[in-house]
């Protein structure tokens, strides 16, 4: 079944503590993406990646990093999380046209930082 | 500054009507505009593009129109039905890159 997974989908951590949420695409899609998504601001853009070794900053990238080695994996690396990094977070890719395609997106993972 | 507005936050219809959602934007000037769907929980699901130099697209029930000049994109379900009850996004793609969303408006269709 073609799909975007994340792992983990609920996490509740402290300040400082590094955390990773995995991406992974099972369509070989070359575009792939990270957002965020808090009540009242909606969807909010934080990386994404054209393709293997090219990622770039989205709408707010402060805070985050990301890693595009491979093409079916991206990464998002929280090196010391902070409170105001507590969201709803989503994975999505594309086949080739980036975000001017379809997006498909994973089923978000709910990180919450005390 | 950029921004997108999508109309109230709820929007309640009857079964059978037909529900406008709108989109607004400025200072953007994007190459697609995106509808999708996101249903409580989960991850927003495509429904249709338009590209800058199309007015209309049409997909069964649904239809998107798109006026730059007014820089304003309108999302229609007819015949709405209680399953097209959701929260419904509009993005903007200005690049092949960034993709920017809309707050997203709340559909619910009573029977």
């Known amino acids: 079944e073609a799909q975007v997974t994340q792992n983990p989908r609920y996490l509740i951590t402290v300040t400082g503590k590094k955390l990773t949420v995995t991406c992974s695409q099972n369509?070989?899609?070359?575009?792939m993406s990270w957002y965020r998504q808090d009540p009242g601001l909606g969807l909010r853009q934080i990386y994404y990646?054209?393709?293997?070794?090219?990622?770039d900053k989205g709408d707010v990238p402060e805070g985050y990093k990301v890693s595009r080695k491979e093409k079916r994996n991206f990464p998002l690396i929280l090196e010391s999380p902070s409170p105001n990094q507590t969201s709803l977070y989503f994975c999505?890719?594309?086949?080739?046209?980036?975000?001017?395609?379809?997006?498909?997106f994973g089923p978000g993972t709910r990180l919450t930082v005390l | 500054s950029q921004k997108i507005e999508q109309n109230s936050e709820a929007l309640n219809i009857q079964e059978g009507k037909t529900a406008t959602l709108t989109c607004n934007y400025t200072?953007?000037?994007?190459?697609?505009l995106q509808w999708y769907r996101q249903d409580p929980g989960r991850g927003p699901v495509f429904l249709l593009l338009i590209r800058e130099n199309e007015k209309e697209k049409r997909k069964e029930r649904l239809k998107v129109t798109f006026d730059t000049t007014l820089k304003q994109s309108l999302f229609h379900i007819t015949a709405s039905q209680p399953a097209d009850s959701a929260t419904y996004l509009c993005a903007l793609v200005v690049n092949a890159g960034k993709s920017t969303f809309g707050d997203g408006t709340t559909l619910t269709v009573k029977p």
């Open positions: 200072n953007y000037s994007p190459a697609y």
């Open positions: 369509m070989n899609h070359e575009y």
């Open positions: 990646s054209m393709n293997v070794e090219v990622t």
């Open positions: 999505a890719s594309s086949f080739q046209r980036g975000a001017g395609d379809t997006q498909y």
